[in-house]
C-alpha cells in the first residue's frame, strides 16, 4: 500500500477488516486527474468481492465552483471509475470532512444502491494524531502568542485565497503564516 496520511491504528483497523487493493492518496492526483486513471487501469473490467476495496485517502480541502454542489475529487473519482468499468462497490473513500457523503449521494442519485462506494467520514489524519510518544513536547497553550497556519509548500486556489485575505486584512501580525509560493 501507498503511505497516506491515516493514523497507523485506523490503517490498521481497515486492513484487518478489507482486503485492500490499492490504497491513494487523493492529493497524488487532485490536481491531475489522469493520474488516477493510470493508477486504477490495471483494475479495468475485473470483479471485486465485498471485502476487496480500492482506498482512497482524502484528507486536504477540495475545489469547489459554485455552479456544482460537489467537490472536484468526487466528480472526478466518480468519472474514472465508471469509465474503467470498476464498480463503486469496490471504492471505500476515507475522509475527514463530515457530509462528504452527501456529495457522493447527490453525484450517484440513479446508481443502484448495490454499486455506491463506502465513504468513511470520521477518521482524522495521523499528521494531527501522531502515535503516542515519550518524546513529545508538552504543548503549553497558555504560552501561545499568535495563531499559525502552513501553507503546506503547495500553491493551491483556497490556499492563496486566504493567504490574500490575511494579507488584505492586514492580519500578519496576528496570525504567522508559513508559505512558499508567490501569492
Known amino acids: 500500500m501507498i503511505e497516506t496520511e491515516l493514523h497507523k491504528k485506523a ?4 486492513k484487518h477488516h478489507f482486503k485492500i487493493k490499492l490504497s491513494i492518496d487523493c492529493r497524488e492526483f487532485d ?3 489522469h493520474l488516477l486513471t493510470k493508477k486504477l487501469q490495471c483494475f479495468q473490467n475485473l470483479s471485486f468481492d465485498n471485502k476487496e476495496k480500492i482506498v482512497l485517502v482524502h484528507m486536504d480541502t477540495d475545489y469547489y465552483d459554485s ?5 472536484t475529487i468526487p466528480i472526478n473519482v466518480v468519472r ?17 470532512h463530515i457530509g462528504l457523503s452527501k456529495e457522493f449521494d447527490c453525484l450517484l442519485k440513479d ?30 497553550f497558555d504560552q501561545i502568542e499568535r495563531a499559525g497556519i502552513c501553507m503546506m509548500n503547495q500553491a493551491r486556489s483556497h490556499r492563496i485565497a486566504f493567504y490574500n485575505f490575511v494579507l488584505d486584512n492586514d492580519l500578519l501580525d496576528k496570525i504567522a503564516v508559513s508559505q512558499h509560493f508567490n501569492a
Do not use: W
Not at 67 to 71: D, I, L, N, S, W
Open 11 to 14: 490503517l490498521d483497523f481497515l
Open 31 to 33: 490536481m491531475q486527474p
Open 67 to 71: 455552479c456544482v454542489k460537489y467537490g
Open 80 to 96: 474514472t471509475f465508471k469509465n474503467l468499468n470498476i464498480s463503486l462497490q469496490a471504492l471505500l473513500f476515507v475522509t475527514n
Open 111 to 140: 446508481q443502484h444502491p448495490n454499486d455506491r462506494p463506502m465513504i468513511v467520514e470520521t477518521l482524522l489524519s495521523g499528521l494531527l494524531l501522531p502515535e503516542p510518544s515519550d518524546d513529545l513536547p508538552e504543548i503549553k
